[in-house]
């Protein structure tokens, strides 16, 4: 039973890891389209949408293409230590 819950705390710091790390990348993503929107603002709205949709694919499709981007660990975690409660290593 305590194993179980070593692991669910783990899986949920992992999860609220991830969470952090694509709210951060969406940020950062909408934030450089609003930038490109706007240095088109005296082009067509046809292009500002383009930039737009083009931002919110690029949201969606960030959670797919995280594992394959060698994006930095917190120290606290590593993939030897699944199972064991953070602090008691």
């Known amino acids: 039973m305590m194993s179980t819950q070593l ?3 783990n899986w949920e710091s ?9 709210t951060l990348t969406a940020t950062a993503v909408w934030a450089g389209a609003a930038g490109w929107a706007a240095c088109l603002r005296r082009n ?3 292009a500002r ?3 737009w949709m083009l931002s919110m694919f690029a949201v969606l ?3 797919l293409v ?3 981007l060698p994006l ?18």
Do not use: D
């Open 7 to 9: 692991l669910i705390a």
């Open 14 to 22: 992992i999860s609220l890891y991830w969470l952090i790390v694509w």
């Open 44 to 46: 067509s709205a046809h």
């Open 49 to 51: 949408h383009r930039v």
């Open 61 to 63: 499709i960030a959670p």
């Open 66 to 68: 995280a594992p394959l």
């Open 72 to 89: 930095p660990l917190p120290r606290w975690w590593s993939w030897s230590n699944e199972g064991t409660p953070i602090g008691s290593q």
